[in-house]
Nanobody, 122 residues
Framework: QVQLVESGGGLVQAGGSLRLSCAAS????????MGWFRQAPGKEREFVAL????????YHASSVKGRFTISRDNAKNTVYLQMNSLKPEDTAVYYC???????????????WGQGTQVTVSS
């Protein structure tokens, strides 16, 4: 079992920055690939970024590439999402998730956090 707890969300003006954190606990958390997803009101949950278990390989959705950066610190069992140049369309609940494979497919993530709200005002 893996437990995930996100933090760091909030209200920010367009062009601003936030850093989300995801604290992982449980068995062998460092062996999981970790992903960030987001869900805006009335929309499906969509992939944002992933980092492999070693922390070297990353992949970002085209909508956030160049603005968001995912990273992980396995010594702290924590995954981060640095979000810069935020836009109103980035407003959503952001979820951290863990998977046994590095994948952008939502259904292949077996563990999820409760989510943290990010609101970007124009």
């Amino acid at each position: 079992q893996v437990q995930l707890v996100e933090s760091g969300g909030g209200l920010v003006q367009a062009g601003g920055s936030l850093r989300l954190s995801c604290a992982a606990s449980g068995r062998s958390t460092s062996t999981y690939a970790m992903g960030w997803f987001r869900q805006a009101p009335g929309k499906e949950r969509e992939f944002v970024a992933l980092v492999n278990s070693g922390g070297i390989g990353t992949y970002h959705a085209s909508s956030v590439k160049g603005r968001f950066t995912i990273s992980r610190d396995n010594a702290k069992n924590t995954v981060y999402l640095q979000m810069n140049s935020l836009k109103p369309e980035d407003t959503a609940v952001y979820y951290c998730a863990a998977s046994s494979v590095s994948t952008v497919v939502r259904d292949q993530y077996g563990y999820w956090g409760q989510g943290t709200q990010v609101t970007v005002s124009s």
